[in-house]
């Protein structure tokens, strides 16, 4: 057997072989922190790769640690459930799931970064030259976002941690390793590398204060030290707690390896369980030179075996290490005990069947475009994956950017609590992600609304728990309502990406509501047809007609009774179907699934023909585009297709994706 296959131990914990998928931060993550089902399928398919170990990536230990809005989080114990979802992925595929803890220090998205000290003229002078470098790696187009967000973030790089904060953030590292556990982790880990803040204590580049957490190397240690002291007084002792090392920090006046390696003697004597090494932080490794040489495979090697020399905990290499034989190699010349793959794993999840099994692997180019979607606040793509995948991951991330995970529903009647509870019965999603607030609005006199209200959310939880495996639902009751347009707008303001409400005829407030709701808001109004399932998609096949689809597929979820017809009402059938086969292929749609290309009759205008499109096939849903910027000026002109279907259609029920 190859030695890279055979089993082996971290401290109690026993990994089926060599082999540890890195952290590789996706940007997966919803923007609440909320795992989706695009960052689930990423840790299931990691899992499934044969990797023993499976590492979930740069966990917040606080909210101002966080390196991107995307992060996941463990500084309270609600997030517990979401990196427990991720952890039983793994397990459940027979990996051992292992959390990064990171606190991001002054690469924090916050406007008040934790720094070991204050940025002086000089450093600053270095790191903004440093980050130049770094933003000329990026493609032009990119670098203006890209420079402003530099120029923020350094503009607050002023305020240098009190004895309070060093203290708050060592226990908010025990609080989250607490949390971890309770998730069902195996392993924890410590991001003590990439230029965070527990590099940026060990740098004295970053760390100019005086002793005792500043001063000599010996200084710089000894916050990770506390850290690492105060998780393990909180941990049970089984628990393995590694360390990512910083080698190198490749930088004057940067971390050196030999003080990496004295360093590391200490965190062994702490019972540190492995390391993991790496090299470079964000202002070294973008430098032309230092890219060049870290395009080479295995181009940690000499250091991993130096670093082995010196401790006798197990070591984990990463960099390159781009073939089987290459993994081989460094386990029989000692140069480290356990593969660590992270683009590697990135560019062909079949990596590791292939090493066992045979077949042509899939090379990382090293071209760093994972890496700089990850800096630019997007999520990962890598340059090998078929552009399908990387369009529809572009497309989740717009979806999820615009919070299409969470609806806000107004129900302002006893009426609207009966169409509610059909349209659960019906077509209200499956998944797990959804995040509902029910806003329950009296704007007249119907005194026993409340009372009512109760009731169906006796029902609407049972039926929740039961059917859709749902958390609690977060519900207002809002007595003498006068302005409901407003109220409900102010509700938006909390991170909603759709609006439900239930259509009633004599309201004008919700025809307003449909009307005035920001653009890039799905508004779903709620209708009494019976045929709640099929479903018709008007599509004008520009690249907005994705957004409309993923709403569709996300509104109907988990249903195999849904009908969903396309069609595409036009003049030139030219391009269409060409388009439409590519949109097929982006939603892995049957490839038979067929778009009708209607001509509108010689009289009728296109919402003349949807309309008569809807009643002939007795459609009772409809996805309908409403955008806003030119389109807003032409319905000015023409009149909006949307409305026209709207007030023609009151009985069917509606999607406006905005
Ligand atoms: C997109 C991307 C995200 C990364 N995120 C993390 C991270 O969250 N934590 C970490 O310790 N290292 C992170 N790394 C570094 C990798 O774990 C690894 O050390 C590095 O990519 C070199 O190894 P490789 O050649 O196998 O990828 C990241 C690397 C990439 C490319
Ligand atoms: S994007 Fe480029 S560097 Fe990243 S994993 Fe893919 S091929 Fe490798």
Redesign the pocket.
């Given at each position: 057997m190859q030695d890279v296959f055979k089993p082996a131990r971290i401290q109690g914990v026993t990994l089926k072989n060599k082999i540890v998928a890195?952290?590789?931060?996706?940007g997966y993550a919803l923007p609440d922190a909320r795992v989706g089902p695009l960052m689930l399928e990423h840790y299931r398919n990691l899992a499934k790769s044969g990797a023993s170990v499976v590492?979930i990536?740069?966990v917040a230990i606080a909210e101002n640690g966080r390196?991107s809005e995307r992060c996941l989080l463990l500084d309270e114990d609600k997030h517990i459930q979401q990196v427990k979802r991720l952890i039983e992925v793994i397990r459940e595929n027979n990996a051992v799931a292992c959390v990064?803890l990171?606190h991001a220090g002054r690469y924090a998205v916050t406007n008040k970064p934790l720094l070991p000290s204050a940025l002086d003229v000089v450093e600053a002078t270095k790191s903004i030259s440093a980050l130049k470098n770094f933003m000329e790696s990026f493609p032009f187009v990119k670098r203006f976002g890209l420079t402003a967000h530099v120029a923020k973030m350094t503009a607050g790089w002023t305020n240098q941690m009190t004895e309070d904060d060093i203290y708050d953030t060592i226990n908010a590292f025990g609080d989250a390793a607490v949390r971890a556990v309770k998730a069902g982790a195996d392993m924890i880990?410590l991001?003590g590398?990439?230029g965070y803040l527990i590099t940026q204590f060990l740098s004295a580049r970053t760390n100019r204060r005086r002793p005792p957490w500043g001063g000599l190397a010996d200084d710089r240690m000894l916050f990770p030290l506390k850290v690492i002291d105060h998780i393990k007084t909180r941990l049970p002792e089984n628990i393995p707690i590694g360390f990512?090392l910083l080698l190198d920090e490749i930088a004057v006046n940067g971390i050196s390896t030999s003080e990496s390696i004295k360093f590391a003697q200490k965190l062994e004597q702490k019972g540190v369980a492995y390391l993991?090494a790496?090299i470079g932080t964000y202002q070294s490794i973008f430098k032309p030179e230092i890219a060049k040489q870290?395009t080479r495979p295995g181009y940690l090697t000499e250091l991993t075996k130096e670093l082995k020399r010196h401790v006798n905990i197990p070591v984990v290499i990463?960099?390159?290490?781009v073939s089987p034989k290459l993994a081989e190699k460094i386990l029989k010349n000692k140069e480290a005990d356990f593969i660590?793959?992270?683009?590697?794993?990135?560019a062909d999840i079949n990596w590791i069947k292939k090493a066992k099994d045979g077949g042509q692997i899939i090379g990382?180019k090293?071209c760093?475009t994972?890496?700089q979607?990850?800096v630019l606040g997007e999520s990962?793509v890598c340059e090998r994956w078929p552009e399908v995948l990387r369009d529809r991951i572009h497309l989740e991330t717009r979806f999820t950017s615009r919070h299409g995970y969470r609806t806000l529903v107004v129900l302002s009647s006893r009426a609207d609590l009966e169409v509610t509870r059909q349209h659960m019965l019906h077509r209200i999603p499956i998944h797990t992600d959804i995040q509902d607030r029910l806003l329950f609005i009296k704007t007249g006199e119907d005194k026993s609304f409340f009372e009512a209200a109760k009731k169906f959310i006796t029902w609407a939880e049972k039926y929740n728990k039961t059917h859709l495996r749902r958390d609690k639902t977060e519900r207002f009751f809002i007595d003498n309502v006068q302005n409901p347009v407003d109220l409900v707008m102010e509700h938006l303001e909390d991170n909603f990406g759709i609006v439900a409400i239930v259509h009633d005829e004599t309201s004008e407030w919700k025809k307003n509501l449909v009307l005035k709701a920001p653009p890039d808001i799905v508004v779903s109004r709620s209708g009494t047809h019976p045929n709640l399932n099929k479903v018709l998609i008007p599509c004008d096949l520009s690249p907005f007609t994705l957004m409309q689809i993923r709403a569709a597929l996300h509104a109907f979820h988990g249903r195999s009774d849904v009908d969903f017809s396309f069609v595409h009402v036009t003049d030139s059938t030219g391009t269409a179907i060409e388009r439409w086969q590519k949109i097929i292929k982006n939603f892995e749609m049957d490839p038979s699934t067929s778009l009708k290309v209607i001509k509108p009759g010689k009289e009728l205008n296109v919402a003349e023909t949807l309309l008569g499109e809807v009643r002939k096939g007795d459609y009772g849903s409809l996805i309908l585009g409403r955008r806003g910027g030119l389109a807003r000026v032409r319905r000015r002109i023409f009149g909006s297709v949307s409305e026209r279907l709207l007030d023609q259609l009151p009985e069917r029920s509606f999607a406006l994706v905005g």
């Open positions: 890195l952290p590789v931060f996706t590492t990536p740069n390196t990064q990171n880990e991001h590398a990439s990512r993991s790496t870290l990463s960099g390159r290490v660590g793959l992270g683009r590697p794993l990135l990382c090293s760093n994972c890496f979607s990850v990962v």
